[in-house]
């Protein structure tokens, strides 16, 4: 099945540092989300994006499906962004509708 | 417009007894999606309904587990006889489109299961 990679596992920045959070995949994929989980465990939708850039406020992300890879921004990072990052991804073949596909997370730690 | 609802939101049971956990689904969403997240660990699929039907259960363990998404009601995840390594968080998700998994899946807050 599909592999789901992120890097890197674990990141502590200092309030207001920039980050480049990186999700790679081992075969084409339909779907691709980011997810914040908060540390009350809650899962927050970042983005949908199977391909292609979006924006919203301080983060943004870039997937490149040809390439296998997608990456997430953080820009200005504040405490409360600390949480575990998620990709997950969809191949959408035969057997696997629905199936999302997630990685381990990157655990990122925002210190004041 | 309320979001996936779960419920309950902690649930604590003895080893042998059984669990019953609840998803509605975001309105206008008729797919839904079970996921279970150990402890340290990604989320992984479960199960995927849609309205009274089981349109993927391979990530279901063979014994103990089962799902229904009835024609009125929540969706249900039912585990029998519940030992201590089903402690976890459990997620539902839905969807207003799955096939080819072309929308986006959103979930709720999940329900921490702890088994004693």
């Known amino acids: 099945g599909i592999q789901v990679e992120q890097s890197p596992p674990d990141l502590i920045l200092q309030e207001g540092a920039n980050s480049t959070l990186r999700c790679n995949f081992s075969?084409?994929?339909?779907?691709l989300q980011w997810f914040h989980q908060n540390p009350w465990g809650q899962l927050i939708n970042l983005f949908y994006?199977?391909?292609g850039t979006k924006q919203n406020g301080r983060l943004s992300a870039t997937t490149v499906a040809t390439e296998r890879y997608s990456l997430l921004y953080i820009s200005s990072s504040q405490t409360t962004d600390s949480g575990v990052y998620f990709c997950?991804?969809?191949?959408?073949?035969?057997?696997?509708?629905?199936?999302?596909?997630f990685g381990k997370g990157t655990k990122l730690s925002v210190k004041p | 417009n309320a979001g996936v609802m779960q419920n309950p939101r902690h649930l604590v049971r003895r080893r042998g007894q059984e669990a019953r956990l609840r998803c509605s689904p975001m309105?206008?969403?008729?797919?839904v999606y079970w996921y279970r997240q150990l402890p340290e660990e990604g989320l992984k699929f479960m199960v995927y309904l849609q309205k009274e039907n089981i349109i993927d259960e391979s990530g279901m363990p063979k014994e103990r587990f089962s799902a229904e998404f009835p024609k009125e009601g929540p969706s249900i995840l039912r585990i029998q006889q519940v030992v201590r390594g089903d402690s976890a968080a459990y997620f539902c998700?839905?969807?207003?489109?799955?096939?080819?998994?072309?929308?986006?899946?959103?979930f709720g807050p999940g329900t921490r299961l702890t088994v004693l």
């Open positions: 997950a991804v969809e191949t959408g073949s035969r057997g696997s509708q629905g199936n999302l596909i």
């Open positions: 994006i199977p391909s």
């Open positions: 309105k206008g969403h008729s797919h």
């Open positions: 998700a839905s969807s207003p489109v799955g096939t080819g998994g072309t929308d986006t899946q959103y």
């Open positions: 075969d084409s994929v339909n779907n």
